[in-house]
């Protein structure tokens, strides 16, 4: 069979043996759950409930702001403690709300009803569904999912990818979602395919999982708007633009969309979430968690939205050696957490912790111009060359380089001999050339 | 005297005289007129091309002045000084301006709000402050790393002992620079003549400020009842000084007093 791949990217040690056979848990109720209100791409929720109030399980909590935002529903029926401060994992300090969890009543919302003939929907009822179940993409990104759904007046899709590429080390969530509920996703599949109008649906499996692929291989045999497709196990190759080249061979232009060539993109966990919403009505209040590394047990947990990281680690057997970092998504593009009473959002792929020991700290040496960041690159950028200049401050400079295309992978600092922070660099980069745009000048 | 030396001198001193003559013709026939008050304008200015008045550096200032794009009293750094040389080389009358300097809101120092986390990354603020908001444990806090000591162009700010930026009130000039460098917007500008200033940026509510600072504003607005009526507001769970605010120093001394958590100083310097 042909794998599919792009030019460039890296192969780092992939891990995923820790938890690649420990199938999906259901973890039982926490005690208490911190749902934030921003838990997307965009502007965050508004919240629409009160302190003391009750509510049940997809109780609505946060209403969308603007065009680019989604709602937020409860995922536990409880009492709500307080509306507050919490530490957010990627946002930092922004609002959520706490709710004490009632575990004997854990019942949903009795206005939750399915609607009576799934298969009849147009395209419009399912995105309006989809909105309002405050779907985002799962993968890590939580970009609403409605309005990658829509393409903007006078575009169009011709082709649906399924994103089972699950190329971050470590993680192995959507793997076993693959693994273990076929029907749901293609089911899920079926209902995107539709909504956005594509002819021609792909589903994409990174060559490191057989048993998807077995499973997935026999499952399309008879249906002909689908097609299996397996990719080289590479980094990033789960990435939006470069699945799209690896699979059609079109190029996203720069500062583009996926849309300008009729490709739309959607995780493993959005189709099923879509699944559940259009055949039961269930809005997005759970997701599949890998809590991996340095833990006793590993596992791929379904999580209620808001669970906190100190209940899941205590959970899984606690802590192996003393914690060093605890990363939230992938070890690649994670963010790593400034403390572990954090709550998971819609877009946790992955916990992965390191001890003490595990945690490198390297001295960061000076460019010898190699050039191996740009060999790896998977946006054919020239990191080294934007790092200098980000950190001489030639932000104008930067820009020409086209800094803003960087799809902070990491990959150049993952192979730089001299340990440069270079993906931070452009990071740093990006936000100064934001800032400046912001400002007008 | 060898003869190299006479010819060798002689020779050279030729070429030179007679490149002199042609620069001195071409100087006088391709002359470009400029308006001589630019170069008595640029002359008055501070020349350190900070850009806080909006033109590219001080001849740019200089040149839009002459024209009428920028005011008089445009360059802040220069201050009432510089406004009035100006004014008076264009003969026009003064206006104006009240001297600001640049003041932190915060009073975190690494004693008072230690880092609960490690920091390894590029040492710049803003570079922490993109991933959580640092490693301080509040997030709406001085980081210290001086991302506006960077910026200053007068050598005006310095990271103190205790990991906060001192702010040198008789260089600063308010050009603002230090304000747009930092991530954390905890950087203003205000008026020297400015009774009150609060150095505490952190909107959240008792319990969780206290947990993470010990001199950060708990929004008790014990401050708003001791100061003269309507000279300060609650804003954001913060104590906010209206503009119209009497601007005697004596009049806030039992308000700052009063302050539980000492957040509260007298004057900007």
């Not at chain 1, 208490?32 to 791409?41: A, F, G, T």
């Not at chain 1, 011709?158 to 192995?172: D, K, M, V």
Request: include cysteine; charged fraction near 20%; proline fraction near 7%.
């Amino acid at each position: 069979m042909k794998w599919f791949t792009f030019p460039g990217g890296i192969h780092p040690p992939e891990k995923k043996e820790l938890s690649e056979k420990s199938s999906i848990e259901i973890m039982p109720l926490p005690d208490q759950v911190i749902i934030p209100l921003h838990q997307h791409m965009g502007a965050p929720a508004k919240p629409v409930v009160k302190k003391g109030d009750l509510v049940k399980r997809g109780t609505l909590l946060g209403e969308a702001q603007g065009f680019i935002s989604s709602n937020v529903h409860s995922s536990v029926a409880g009492k709500i403690k307080d509306i507050t401060y919490f530490d957010h994992s990627k946002f930092g300090r922004s609002m959520g709300v706490i709710v004490d969890v009632d575990k004997e009543n854990d019942d949903w919302d009795p206005q939750i009803k399915p609607v009576e003939n799934p298969d009849s929907l147009t395209p419009e009822q399912i995105i309006e569904m989809v909105k309002n179940a405050g779907i985002v993409g799962m993968g890590g990104a939580t970009f609403p999912t409605q309005v990658k759904l829509a393409p903007p007046p006078g575009k169009h899709y011709e082709y649906f990818i399924l994103n089972g590429a699950e190329c971050e080390p470590f993680l192995t969530a959507d793997q076993r979602l693959l693994i273990e509920q076929p029907e749901r996703i293609f089911k899920g599949c079926q209902l995107i395919l539709k909504a956005c109008k594509a002819q021609k649906g792909i589903v994409a499996i990174e060559s490191n999982k057989p048993e998807a692929i077995k499973i997935w291989t026999k499952f399309l045999e008879n249906q002909n708007n689908f097609q299996l497709k397996v990719l080289k196990t590479k980094y990033p190759q789960g990435a939006e633009k470069q699945l799209i080249y690896a699979l059609l061979n079109r190029e996203v232009p720069s500062g583009g969309l996926p849309v300008e060539v009729h490709a739309l993109v959607q995780n493993v966990g959005t189709a099923a979430a879509i699944h559940d919403v259009v055949y039961h009505g269930y809005p997005l209040v759970e997701r599949i968690t890998t809590v991996t590394g340095a833990v006793k047990q590993r596992k791929n947990l379904k999580l209620r939205i808001g669970t906190l990281v100190s209940d899941i680690i205590k959970y899984c057997g606690g802590y192996l050696g003393e914690p060093g970092k605890i990363i939230f998504g992938g070890p690649m593009m994670g963010d790593s957490q400034r403390t572990d009473y954090t709550p998971i959002s819609k877009g946790t792929s992955g916990i992965v912790v390191q001890n003490k020991q595990q945690v490198s700290r390297k001295q960061h040496l000076n460019c010898i111009r190699c050039g191996k960041c740009v060999t790896v690159c998977p946006m054919n950028l020239l990191p080294f060359e934007i790092a200098i200049r980000v950190e001489n401050d030639y932000i104008d400079h930067a820009q020409s380089l086209n800094a803003m295309d960087c799809i902070e992978c990491g990959s150049c600092s993952y192979v730089c001999p001299s340990n440069r922070e270079l993906v931070q660099l452009i990071r740093l980069g990006k936000n100064k050339i934001t800032a400046k745009r912001k400002r007008g000048a | 005297m060898p003869l190299e030396i006479i010819l060798s001198t002689s020779v050279v001193g030729a070429v030179g005289l007679c490149f002199g003559i042609i620069l001195s013709i071409a100087a006088k026939k391709f002359k470009v007129e400029t308006d001589p008050r630019v170069d008595k304008i640029l002359e008055v200015l501070p020349n350190a091309n900070c850009g806080a008045c909006g033109a590219p550096g001080c001849e740019g200032f200089a040149k839009g002045v002459v024209e009428g794009k920028y005011p008089c009293h445009g360059c802040i750094p220069g201050g009432q000084d510089v406004a009035e040389k100006v004014s008076k080389i264009l003969g026009v009358k003064a206006e104006t301006s009240v001297k600001q300097i640049a003041v932190l809101m915060c009073g975190g120092t690494r004693q008072l709000s230690p880092d609960i986390a490690d920091y390894d990354g590029v040492n710049t603020c803003r570079s922490a402050h993109l991933i959580l908001g640092g490693s301080k444990a509040c997030v709406y806090g001085c980081i210290g790393f001086g991302d506006c000591v960077e910026a200053c162009p007068f050598d005006a700010i310095h990271i103190g002992k205790q990991g906060l930026p001192q702010i040198d009130g008789q260089k600063c000039t308010g050009c603002g620079n230090c304000v747009q460098a930092c991530p954390k917007n905890i950087l203003k500008l205000y008026p020297v003549d400015t009774p009150l200033i609060l150095a505490c940026s952190n909107p959240e509510k008792l319990k969780e400020v206290k947990a993470v600072c010990k001199v950060g504003c708990i929004a008790c607005s014990l401050c708003v009842k001791k100061a003269p009526p309507q000279a300060l507001k609650m804003e954001n769970n913060l104590p906010r000084l209206q503009p119209d605010a009497p601007k005697d120093i004596k009049l806030y001394e039992e308000a700052v007093n009063s302050c539980p958590s000492k957040c509260l100083k007298l004057g900007v310097d």
